[in-house]
């Protein structure tokens, strides 16, 4: 079984920073993938960005150059570092994890930028 836990989230004023972590804990021989997902009210989940085991990076347009995705293999842990943020960002993020063929995912954490 694997767990993953989410921390990090909260209010930021708008141009803010926030960083998010991830730990995945269980029986876990190798994390392919992780990465973080996030869902606004009244849309679909999206993929903000992820990182594979050997470090090559994926992001949404919409974050380019302002989220910066890291992880630490040996701690089974993803980051992410969200600067400039934007009302926009606004939404419950998830953490993800593909381990073999299997999907597993976070309970979610809240991210809520306002002034």
């Known amino acids: 079984q694997v767990q993953l836990v989410e921390s990090g989230g909260g209010l930021v004023q708008p141009g803010g920073s926030l960083r998010l972590s991830c730990a995945a804990s269980g029986t876990i021989l190798s994390i392919n993938v992780m990465g973080w997902y996030r869902q606004a009210p009244g849309k679909q989940r999206e993929l903000v960005a992820d990182i594979t085991n050997f470090g090559s990076t994926n992001y949404a347009d919409s974050v380019k150059g302002r989220f910066t995705i890291s992880r630490d293999n040996a701690k089974n842990t993803v980051y992410m570092q969200m600067n400039t943020v934007k009302p926009e960002d606004t939404a419950v993020y998830y953490c993800?994890?593909?381990?073999?063929?299997?999907?597993?995912w976070g309970q979610g954490t809240q991210v809520t930028v306002s002034s």
């Open positions: 993800a994890a593909r381990i073999g063929s299997s999907w597993y």
